[in-house]
């Protein structure tokens, strides 16, 4: 019976939407990397932490006033409710018991009470005996009063800024990485502090040298010289004692040299991870963005005009060269390959992206990218570039929106220059002599002013800027060339192609996004 109620119950949590938004908004603010609340959280609990802490030693020797009192049980009230929090989100019980249940189910099999609590128990358990939980609640203990040896614990409620600061953790990694050199140097410094402290004892202890009275000393003594620090209070007086301090000095200076050069190694080795989850996080954030993929010299000139436009992008590649020109102009980039599906996972599926552009020189690798997209999603428009004529006919049986191929461009637009230079002549003047003209594109959303409303009645014909053409997202005309402005009335996910001034056109781009908040 009582497995029976367990059972529904897991399902009717399945099918619960309150629970699962709740659920889901207690992680993104305690674990989801990518949530942008969660750095704010984590501020907020370090400034507890360390305020709390200072209250503790100042209570130590002084009469601790009310509102200090009052301030460090609203922040122990708020590490208990974090406590809950992740003790809460640490599984998904519900779906093990689910599992279980239709695992039963095929088995012609009843579900056992005990194989459900053990389920429960066995996955809460887990967490509440993991390191970073123990260390939470042993920081809630030093509010206790009454138990002044339970101070000891305050000490935990420093490590809980582990768990908030990202640096110490990558840190604390690359030590975990490199546990075999580090063991193996802590080894050989162990037995060389032995060994030196036994040779030490044998020749200068016993009253041979009346600054060392015991085997604890020699101890003493050689972890001091090991490491370099020497306070001079144990002096050997034996040319034995000498010539075993003159060897340990220069291990023991070797052992830390080699220390550092691994310690340092490893950290650069990571600084790559730390940067590409730096990277991650900050695009996370982004709306509408924009990847480019291979930034050789298409890629840059399109990045340049990227920028120009203000818009948000990233570029993606893998050679160093073209990326130390993607860091001296400050673009957002990412050292990745391109060929692997995790990279295109990582940037395009898991953030907003809004246009993928293709500009590397490998035609298989485009295609390759494309394929991985459009396998997935088709409201992500790919813009990809064809080396070669032959292949240009595969990018659009892979639906690639637009297929550029450079040097016909180049050709055509030769070949329309020498007929109708002075159209050409007009445009180089408009875009290029005069960097405040531009040409650009204002997507109408749900819940905007502009929707169903005419040119003239929403006054763009006054604001100094020229509409080109309507982009329609349905209808027979997916454009609309040179609308009229007191006939046609936008609709909703139409595009407004039109040139004008930057700062013209900025100004309708902040009422458009001020209209959907």
């Known amino acids: 019976m009582l497995a029976r109620l367990i059972v529904s119950f897991a399902y009717f949590l399945e099918s619960s939407k309150r629970y699962k938004r709740v659920k889901t908004a207690i992680y993104n603010l305690l674990e989801n990397p990518?949530?942008?609340?969660?750095?704010?959280?984590?501020?907020?609990?370090?400034?507890?932490?360390?305020?709390t802490v200072s209250i503790l030693i100042?209570?130590?020797?002084?009469?601790?006033?009310?509102?200090?009192?009052?301030?460090?049980?609203?922040?122990?009230?708020?590490f208990i409710f974090e406590w809950i929090g992740r003790f809460w989100i640490s599984a998904n019980l519900r779906l093990r018991i689910i599992k279980y249940h239709e695992r039963k189910l095929e088995l012609e099999e009843k579900p056992k009470l005990s194989t459900i609590l053990k389920i429960i128990f066995q996955q809460k358990l887990q967490y509440i005996f993991s390191p970073m939980s123990i260390i939470d609640l042993l920081a809630i203990l030093p509010t206790y009063?009454?138990?002044?040896?339970?101070?000891?614990?305050?000490?935990?409620?420093?490590?809980?800024?582990?768990?908030?600061?990202?640096?110490?953790?990558s840190f604390f990694k690359v030590i975990k990485d490199k546990k075999f050199e580090?063991?193996?140097?802590?080894?050989?410094?162990?037995?060389?502090?032995?060994?030196?402290?036994?040779?030490?004892?044998?020749?200068?202890?016993?009253?041979?040298?009346?600054?060392?009275?015991?085997?604890?000393?020699?101890?003493?003594?050689?972890?001091?010289?090991?490491?370099?620090?020497?306070?001079?209070?144990?002096?050997?007086?034996?040319?034995?004692?000498?010539?075993?301090?003159?060897?340990?000095?220069?291990?023991?200076?070797?052992?830390?040299?080699?220390?550092?050069?691994?310690?340092?190694?490893?950290?650069?080795?990571?600084?790559?991870?730390?940067?590409?989850?730096?990277?991650l996080s900050q695009i996370g954030k982004m709306t509408n963005l924009i990847v480019i993929f291979g930034f050789g010299r298409m890629g840059q000139i399109l990045a340049a005009q990227l920028k120009k436009g203000h818009k948000k992008f990233i570029v993606v590649d893998i050679s160093d060269e073209n990326l130390e020109k993607a860091k001296e102009f400050d673009y957002l980039y990412m050292h990745a390959d391109a060929s692997s599906y995790d990279t295109v996972n990582n940037i395009v599926f898991k953030n907003d992206v809004k246009k993928v552009v293709l500009t590397t020189n490998n035609d298989a690798l485009n295609l390759s990218i494309l394929?991985?997209?459009?396998?997935?999603?088709?409201?992500?428009?790919?813009?990809?570039?064809?080396?070669?004529?032959?292949n240009i006919k595969k990018f659009h049986i892979a639906k690639a929106d637009h297929?550029?191929?450079?040097?016909?461009?180049?050709?055509?637009?030769?070949?329309?220059?020498?007929?109708?230079?002075?159209k050409f002549d007009a445009i180089d003047n408009i875009l290029v002599q005069k960097e405040s003209?531009?040409?650009?594109?204002?997507?109408?959303?749900?819940?905007?002013?502009?929707?169903?409303?005419?040119?003239t009645q929403i006054g763009l014909d006054k604001l100094g800027v020229t509409i080109i053409a309507i982009l329609k997202e349905s209808g027979k005309e997916k454009f609309v060339f040179n609308p009229h402005h007191h006939e046609y009335r936008f609709q909703k996910d139409d595009s407004i192609v039109l040139i004008g001034e930057e700062k013209d056109i900025f100004k309708i781009k902040d009422e458009v996004a001020r209209q959907l908040l």
């Open 34 to 51: 990518r949530s942008k609340i969660k750095p704010y959280f984590d501020i907020f609990i370090i400034f507890l932490v360390l305020l």
């Open 58 to 78: 100042y209570d130590i020797e002084h009469h601790l006033p009310y509102h200090f009192e009052v301030m460090e049980n609203i922040a122990v009230s708020v």
């Open 145 to 169: 009063r009454p138990l002044r040896i339970l101070r000891i614990f305050l000490i935990f409620r420093l490590f809980k800024i582990f768990r908030y600061t990202k640096s110490l953790n």
């Open 182 to 279: 580090l063991n193996f140097l802590l080894l050989l410094g162990l037995f060389a502090v032995f060994m030196s402290s036994t040779i030490m004892y044998v020749f200068e202890g016993g009253g041979e040298n009346p600054k060392i009275h015991s085997f604890l000393d020699t101890i003493y003594w050689s972890v001091i010289t090991i490491t370099t620090v020497g306070y001079g209070d144990i002096t050997p007086v034996t040319l034995t004692g000498k010539v075993i301090t003159v060897f340990l000095v220069g291990g023991g200076f070797l052992i830390l040299v080699l220390s550092t050069s691994v310690v340092t190694n490893a950290l650069s080795e990571k600084m790559s991870v730390v940067r590409e989850g730096k990277v």
């Open 371 to 390: 394929l991985s997209i459009k396998a997935k999603t088709d409201k992500i428009g790919i813009i990809a570039r064809a080396n070669s004529y032959e």
């Open 403 to 422: 297929v550029i191929f450079p040097y016909q461009t180049v050709a055509e637009v030769a070949v329309e220059y020498i007929g109708n230079s002075v």
């Open 437 to 455: 003209i531009t040409i650009d594109e204002i997507d109408i959303l749900e819940g905007s002013d502009y929707i169903g409303k005419t040119i």
